[in-house]
């Protein structure tokens, strides 16, 4: 069954549902175009890889044997095998163990495979401030001096929103950056109560857009995944504010 919520579910914002999500929209996403685009155009997904900083108290570290001049056995025919070299000095390396994988989408050219447009949808990752955020930031700068269409979804209260005069007040929000318009973007404000919106996706001329329906989007999602059984404990994070969490206990399933 769909989403019971009518805009945006809340509880799909938690840390331990969102990644799960994030992978899972991105794909359902790049199925709901692929048969408006082609065969002009190609969607791929494509992902950014975060590395992430661990505290040097929170590091384990590779075993270190101690190297040094072995004494060469002798075998029975009284050769002598190889010395082991030793090195000038030891050191530490950290285990890399906390890497993040993000979606997102490319739509290319089937012939020049030629970059047409992007499609983010962000996640905590991208919207926490540090090196994440500013690599993040950096990229879509990259972008929005190009001639390639973008297009980026904010599903997630939490955290301060990408770079963006005049943004209005709102919970989410979805943004398509049309190459030839630049600086103005078109931008969908969104509160919690509402729907989410159909939106359009560039492509070159003289193709029309392709076109989502991000609620419909959402609800084939939640259905496919399951969402119902186990997304509902506790509280969504970030908290809702008193007024929508009065609101929203009228959607979320009692007993799941």
Same mark, same amino acid.
């Given at each position: 069954?769909? =989403?019971? @919520?009518?805009?945006?579910?809340?509880?799909? #914002? +938690?840390?331990? %549902?969102?990644?799960?999500?994030?992978? !899972?929209?991105?794909?359902a996403m790049r199925?709901?175009?692929?048969?408006?685009?082609?065969?002009?155009?190609?969607?791929?997904?494509?992902?950014?890889?975060?590395?992430?900083?661990?505290?040097?108290?929170?590091?384990?570290?590779?075993?270190?044997?101690?190297?040094?001049?072995?004494?060469?056995?002798?075998?029975?025919?009284?050769?002598?095998?190889?010395?082991?070299?030793?090195?000038?000095?030891?050191?530490?390396?950290?285990?890399?163990?906390?890497?993040?994988? =993000?979606? @997102?989408?490319?739509?290319?050219?089937?012939? #020049? +495979?030629?970059? %047409?447009?992007?499609?983010?949808?962000? !996640?905590?990752?991208?919207?926490?401030?540090?090196?994440?955020?500013?690599?993040?930031?950096?990229?879509?700068?990259?972008?929005?001096?190009?001639?390639?269409?973008?297009?980026?979804?904010?599903?997630?209260?939490?955290?301060?929103?990408?770079?963006?005069?005049?943004?209005?007040?709102?919970?989410?929000?979805?943004?398509?950056?049309?190459?030839?318009?630049?600086?103005?973007?078109?931008?969908?404000?969104?509160?919690?109560?509402?729907?989410?919106?159909?939106?359009?996706?560039?492509?070159?001329?003289?193709?029309?857009?392709?076109?989502?329906?991000?609620?419909?989007?959402?609800?084939?999602?939640?259905?496919?995944?399951?969402?119902?059984?186990?997304?509902?404990?506790?509280?969504?994070?970030?908290?809702?504010?008193?007024?929508?969490?009065?609101?929203?206990?009228?959607?979320?399933?009692?007993?799941?």
């Amino acid at each position: 069954m769909p =989403s019971p @919520f009518p805009g945006m579910n809340p509880y799909l #914002e +938690n840390d331990a %549902v969102w990644q799960d999500f994030h992978q !899972s929209f991105c794909s359902a996403m790049r199925d709901w175009l692929v048969p408006q685009i082609r065969p002009e155009y190609v969607a791929k997904m494509n992902e950014h890889l975060y590395i992430h900083d661990i505290p040097a108290d929170e590091r384990s570290y590779l075993g270190r044997a101690d190297v040094g001049v072995s004494r060469p056995p002798i075998d029975n025919g009284g050769s002598a095998s190889l010395a082991i070299l030793e090195a000038p000095c030891e050191v530490e390396v950290p285990e890399i163990h906390d890497i993040e994988r =993000s979606a @997102f989408i490319e739509i290319l050219t089937k012939y #020049e +495979n030629s970059l %047409v447009t992007v499609i983010e949808l962000l !996640s905590p990752t991208n919207k926490q401030y540090g090196k994440d955020r500013e690599l993040f930031i950096a990229k879509r700068s990259q972008i929005l001096a190009s001639n390639v269409h973008y297009v980026e979804i904010d599903l997630l209260r939490g955290g301060p929103r990408m770079p963006a005069e005049n943004m209005p007040d709102c919970d989410y929000n979805a943004l398509v950056s049309r190459s030839e318009r630049r600086p103005k973007v078109g931008l969908w404000p969104l509160k919690l109560q509402d729907r989410l919106p159909k939106i359009p996706i560039p492509l070159r001329a003289p193709h029309a857009d392709a076109r989502i329906d991000l609620q419909e989007l959402l609800n084939r999602v939640y259905d496919a995944a399951g969402y119902e059984d186990h997304i509902y404990r506790g509280m969504p994070q970030p908290r809702l504010h008193p007024q929508d969490a009065e609101w929203a206990q009228q959607f979320a399933p009692r007993g799941a």
